[in-house]
């Protein structure tokens, strides 16, 4: 239902806020085929085995229609489906009012109300309404695979910025080395290291810069073979890392405030956007014509849109 946003939901969602803020949320994401519902049933297998409460979401729109991804997800994760203690909800319709990240995001905070010690938000890494799903995530895993097109220059500079924790996945297969060695170059560049030589590289590449809880984060690379379960041990000890990082670190609580930030931008942009309609909807759709028929600008329809909105 949260992903429909029924009359009335707002309200069931501010009754459950008090129950919420416990729940770390986790983001995986990557391109198509790179095995992130796997890497999600390993690390739900991991966390379970701690005794912790997980829920999913899995976002999927790239198939609205045939909800083909989706079913290869449930069964990915299908054995975790009988367990009281895990939560699978998918989500696969764009196009929802207020988007993908707004749904994702609600869900995410049913699940956190409902006593979820960790939440795990997949979603497709392509376009700007996935990249806007990570960011209701604590922790973000980008999921890359040798050999599918993941070289570094297929990398989306936006999903690079959204990286916590690089997991190369698919390390049985030739390949993952260069993909290491790539995302190591790439993020020496970023980091502005080169400068030193690229015999630091190497050390710099591997959790809090300079060790100290108050650097800044450069992501961690770990590889793992989900399909056998190897390297989700070191997986999730890095996401935790990150996790307590968050807490602890000066930057890592200005991250949080950054979040918690977005999602009231969020949160904003759809009320207003939804007051306005309310308020001025007839000169809004007759604002619409005129634009239809080029009498004036969409810029100067939304000036004296706000103008209206504003003398209201
Ligand atoms: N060889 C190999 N195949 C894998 C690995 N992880 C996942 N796969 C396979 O890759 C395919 C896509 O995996 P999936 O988890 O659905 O990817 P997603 O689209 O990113 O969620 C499936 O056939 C998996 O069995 C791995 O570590 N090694
Ligand atoms: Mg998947």
Known sequence: MADDRLDGYVDVLKDLYPHTGNAWVVGITGNPGAGKSTLTDRLIEHWRAKGWRIGVVAVDPTSPFSGGAILGDRIRMQRHFEDPDVFIRSLATRGALGGLSRSASDIVRVLDAWGADAVLVETVGVGQDELEVTRTAHTTVVVMAPGMGDGVQAIKAGIMEVADVFAVNKADRDGADATVRDLELMLALGQGVMASGPGHVGAKVSGPAGGGSEGAWVPP????????????????????????????????????????????????????????????????????????????????????????FRGK
Do not use: F
């Open 221 to 308: 690379i770990v590889r793992a073979v989900a399909t056998q379960g190897k390297g989700i041990e070191e997986l999730a000890g890095k996401m935790s890392e990150h996790g307590a990082w968050l807490r602890q670190s000066e930057q890592g609580r200005l991250r949080l405030r950054q979040r918690a930030r977005d999602q009231l931008y969020n949160e904003m942009r759809d009320a207003l956007v939804e007051a306005a309609i309310r308020d001025l909807g007839e000169r809004i759709d007759d604002m619409a014509g005129q634009v239809a028929r080029r009498e004036v600008d969409p810029y100067a329809a939304c000036d004296a849109i706000l103008e209206a």
